[in-house]
């Protein structure tokens, strides 16, 4: 069973950038999809941008590119999410999750992480 664990996240200033990270154990990361999503309080969550198996491919939603962009490293089975001019409309907890192949949906991701909140300050 994949566990997945992130971090990265903290609090700051509207035009700053994070890099959030989410490490797997437990199971064969290199043959998963990957995906982030967020939630922000009172919000449904939201899909962010995900990533095949052997990270040739991604997926974005079209509100986010540009300014995310979404990385692994299969020998430290680990996801990146690049986070750059962040705005205040982006303070959320940040989840990663595990697909079959590369997913843009909610129902195509399974074995979530516990998140890790973002706040950004105006």
């Known amino acids: 069973q994949v566990q997945l664990v992130e971090s990265g996240g903290g609090l700051v200033q509207a035009g700053g950038s994070l890099r959030l990270s989410c490490t797997a154990s437990?199971?064969?990361?290199?043959?998963?999809?990957m995906g982030w999503f967020r939630q922000a309080p009172g919000k449904e969550r939201e899909f962010v941008a995900s990533?095949?198996?052997?990270?040739?491919?991604?997926g974005y939603v079209q509100s986010f590119q540009g300014r995310f962009t979404i990385s692994r490293d299969n020998a430290g089975n680990t996801v990146y999410l690049q986070m750059n001019n962040l705005n205040p409309e982006d303070t959320a907890v940040y989840h990663c999750?595990?697909?079959?192949?590369?997913?843009?949906?909610?129902?195509?991701?399974?074995?979530w992480g516990q998140g890790t909140q973002v706040t950004v300050s105006s």
């Open positions: 999750a595990v697909s079959q192949g590369l997913a843009t949906t909610l129902e195509h991701f399974h074995t």
């Open positions: 437990g199971g064969t990361f290199s043959s998963v999809g």
């Open positions: 990533i095949s198996e052997d990270g040739v491919a991604e």
